[in-house]
C-alpha cells in the first residue's frame, strides 16, 4: 500500500490514518484529504471473506456475518 499517511498492516489493511472514515468516503482521491492533528485508528473484529455473494454465492447461514456491538482491550507497549 502507497497512500500517504496510512499505516499497514497485512495486506492492504488500513489501520491507522489522519483522517476520518467520512472524510475518507467523501473524497473523489486520497490527494483530496487533508491530513488531521489527530490519528483515527480503524480496527476490524471480523471480517465476511470469501463467498459474500460480490463474487459467487453467499455464505452458509451458520458462516454469516452479522454486526453486533462487541469489546475488546487493547494494549500498548514500547518497542
Known sequence: MNRPGAWSYGRDVQAAVRWTGEGLAAARHTTC???????????????HGVGSGACGPRVQPRYDLVAQPVSLTLGFRTC
Open 33 to 47: 484529504l487533508t491530513p488531521r492533528d489527530q490519528v483515527y485508528v480503524n480496527l476490524d473484529v471480523a471480517q
